[in-house]
């Protein structure tokens, strides 16, 4: 286990806190003293067979302590983000860590990849994290405290993607984004990072698509701690960063992971594979 943050002083905005990754890390934030903004697209569910909403995600949220505020939000539309960043900041005054979850995916060749597909994957998962992250800037830069933007997305390396072309260049394309950012905002101390697991994570879409089986996965709580992990460290120092959560995690002193997997063994690095064949675990 990891020393965790005091973020009691901290206000975080996250998309795609309806389940998954998104609401364990902000779940996770909470338990530190961080007021939660809750953002997606579900405020209902009583007709689905996927159960959650930002509102009950902020509800527990708020059974911690903290404040807690939701907002629909569709990340693709410029107004809709924009209105829901002025909401957030009216009513949480200040927000000094943004992080860019939310994403969609879909696995396919070039060939079998719909159009409509490969652009809502971008617009999902591009442009979303650049008007997200755009809409902070000037409120960013004039936070008192330790000022982020984190997303989850994966390292800048490949040269080619068979097989999973439109995602592969969808998220590292949110990660080319977060980084480019790290050099226009170098002189306003805002860390602009993005993290990534090494291993496929227990979600729905992995579940969905088949990604794997248990055996496979770990769960979401690994990359909450991975993002409790960069949120100890100076904004300032770190920031242009493009992190594995085992990298991280090891940093930090953590020398089993098997409190995140879901069977005994650790996972294949999957994820970390997906992006670069090359890939080598720390340890």
């Known amino acids: ?30 338990e530190q003293g961080c007021d939660i903004v809750s953002t997606g697209k579900t405020v209902d569910d009583s007709d689905s067979d996927l159960e959650g909403t930002i509102h009950k995600t902020a509800e527990e949220c708020a059974e911690k302590g903290v404040d807690t505020h939701a907002i629909q939000l569709n990340v693709r539309d410029e107004d809709s983000v924009d209105a829901a960043i002025e909401e957030a900041i009216d009513e949480m005054g200040e927000i000094n860590i943004v992080i860019n979850n939310a994403s969609a995916i879909q696995v396919a060749s070039v060939e079998e990849m719909p159009a409509d597909r490969f652009d809502l994957m971008n617009e999902v998962n591009v442009r979303g994290t650049y008007l997200v992250s755009r809409g902070f800037i000037d409120h960013l830069k004039d936070v008192e405290e330790d000022a982020w933007i984190l997303t989850n997305a994966p390292p800048v390396k490949m040269e080619s993607a068979a097989g999973k072309a439109a995602y592969s260049w969808s998220k590292m394309g949110m990660s080319f984004i977060t980084r480019s950012l790290a050099t226009e905002l170098g002189g306003y101390d ?10 496929a994570i227990d979600t729905r879409a992995t ?14 709580e690994i990359l909450s701690h991975t993002v409790l992990a960069i949120l100890k460290r100076d904004p300032g120092d770190f920031t242009g960063e493009a992190v594995y959560d085992e990298e991280i995690l090891l940093e930090e002193g953590l020398e089993d992971f098997s409190e995140y997997n879901l069977t005994e063994g650790d996972p294949a690095a999957m994820s970390a594979t997906m992006f670069d064949p090359d890939y080598e675990r720390p340890y």
């Open 1 to 30: 286990m990891i020393d965790k943050p005091d973020l009691s002083d901290s206000a975080a905005f996250i998309t795609g806190t309806t389940r998954g990754i998104g609401k364990r890390i902000a779940l996770d934030l909470a």
């Open 190 to 199: 805002i860390g602009c990072n993005s993290f990534w697991p090494a291993t």
């Open 207 to 220: 579940r969905y698509f088949g990604m794997g089986t248990e055996d496979d996965w770990r769960k979401p």
